[in-house]
Each structure stands twice: as C-alpha cells, then as structure tokens.
C-alpha cells in the first residue's frame, strides 16, 4: 500500500525558508525518481521539482530561479524539498510522488494517488 506522507510546511514571511519533508512507503524508494508539486487556491496542481534515483541529478520548474533544491535520502525512503527566498506566490498545499521517469515527458505522476500534502503560506 502507497503512502506519501508530507511535512514541514508553515506561515513564514516572504524571504524566509521553509524544508519540507516526505516519507514514501509501498514501493521500492531507490527504484523510483521523486518530485514535488503544489497546487495554490483555485489552480491546477504543477510540477515543482524531481530527482534521479540516485539522487545525483536534479530538475526545477524555471520559474523557481534557483531558489529550490530537492533532495532525497534513500536511506531513509525520504525526499526533501529545501525552499529559500520564499514569496507568496510560493503559497500552496506542496505534494511529493513517485514518477514515472526523469525525461520531460516522464516527470509525472506515477498514479492518481496523492497524500495529504503540506500547506506552505507566506506572508508578505
């Protein structure tokens, strides 16, 4: 059974930094490319972030310019998502899921199943 469970999110001014955490259960953590994504009020939910298997490679949305950095702890069936120079349009419930690959056709969701997510609110 899939479980994708997120932490870490909170009320932080604009400028601040956030970590946000995920613990991925129910498949083989190592056998699969992770990311993130949000999805802000009244929007559709968007890629945010992937990395490799390994962890030794790494994908952004453009947009973020380099204020984002996924990482991940195969250890520990972990995947984080470091977040500087935060902005209230970085305000959104953040989700982390297994993908399908690590091409730009493939940096999508592996299934429909989604966890809670983590909501990050920033305040200017």
């Known amino acids: 059974q899939v479980q994708l469970v997120e932490s870490g999110g909170g009320l932080v001014q604009a400028g601040g930094s956030l970590r946000l955490s995920c613990v991925a259960s129910?498949?083989?953590?190592?056998?699969?490319?992770m990311g993130w994504f949000r999805q802000a009020p009244g929007k559709e939910r968007e890629f945010v972030a992937a990395?490799?298997?390994?962890?030794?490679?790494?994908h952004y949305l453009s947009s973020l310019e380099g204020r984002f950095t996924i990482s991940r702890d195969n250890a520990e069936n972990t995947v984080y998502l470091q977040m500087n120079s935060l902005k209230p349009e970085d305000t959104a419930v953040y989700y982390c899921?297994?993908?399908?690959?690590?091409?730009?056709?493939?940096?999508?969701?592996?299934?429909?199943?989604w966890g809670q997510g983590t909501q990050v609110t920033v305040s200017s």
């Open positions: 129910g498949r083989t953590f190592t056998d699969y490319v």
């Open positions: 899921n297994f993908l399908k690959g690590f091409t730009l056709s493939t940096m999508t969701p592996l299934s429909d199943f």
């Open positions: 990395i490799s298997w390994t962890g030794n490679n790494a």
